[in-house]
């Protein structure tokens, strides 16, 4: 049926580590830890799941040292443990990789609006492509959907995971997804139906 919803994923971004602080380009796995205002903003993060009574069947985490980090927070609310997907990974930065914004700016001036706004893969870059990044999340992405039918899923990954799994769940072309803006510490939560998906919300950063 149309609103027979499958699953019903929450996004955690995690939290943010010095290289958030740098503002630092990385898709490096065993490197940065959060830092210490990744670990309140997690602390925020899991004190807004218990207080919206945030049901959840299943934890699943990218394999980044942040991202279990957070995971492995969160998986203490639950007493749950976790589940890392590999392939659930940042887009692979190329030439930007250890970079902070100002030294790509002095250093290679073009190359911020290929990143961000060219949908294609750019031989210049180095990097995988947007188009390459969205099919890939998006396949991981629907691999969880079929496995939790019915379920209710917390999924612990990077801000352009989820901005690649928003593009994916709604249909936004492709060259937008650095339209999406997708802080450290929030959640984002996506219902998946059977032909179609649903944003209930993105980028939540609870105050308390």
Request: hydrophobic fraction near 35%; aromatic fraction near 10%; charge should be neutral.
């Amino acid at each position: 049926m149309y609103f027979n919803r499958k699953c019903k994923i929450t996004f955690i971004c995690h939290g943010a580590t010095i290289y958030t602080e740098e503002n630092r380009f990385s898709h490096i796995e065993n490197y940065p830890p959060l830092s210490e205002l990744g670990q309140e903003e997690v602390d925020r993060i899991c004190e807004f799941l218990r207080r919206r009574a945030v049901k959840n069947d299943v934890i699943y985490t990218s394999p980044s040292v942040r991202t279990v980090q957070t995971a492995k927070m969160i998986a203490k609310l639950y007493k749950k443990d976790i589940i890392t997907i590999d392939d659930l990974r940042p887009r692979k930065c190329g030439k930007l990789n250890g970079l902070t914004l100002s030294q790509i700016e002095a250093k290679f001036p073009n190359l911020l609006e290929i990143w961000f706004n060219d949908p294609e893969y750019s031989e210049e870059l180095e990097a995988e492509s947007i188009n390459d990044f969205i099919a890939h999340t998006k396949k991981i992405i629907d691999d969880i959907v079929e496995k939790n039918i019915g379920n209710r899923v917390i999924v612990v990954t990077h801000p352009e995971v989820i901005q690649a799994a928003i593009c994916a769940a709604i249909g936004l072309p492709t060259d937008k997804i650095a339209k999406i803006f997708i802080k450290t510490g929030s959640a984002t939560q996506i219902s998946y139906y059977e032909n179609w998906s649903s944003l209930v919300y993105s980028d939540h950063t609870p105050i308390f």
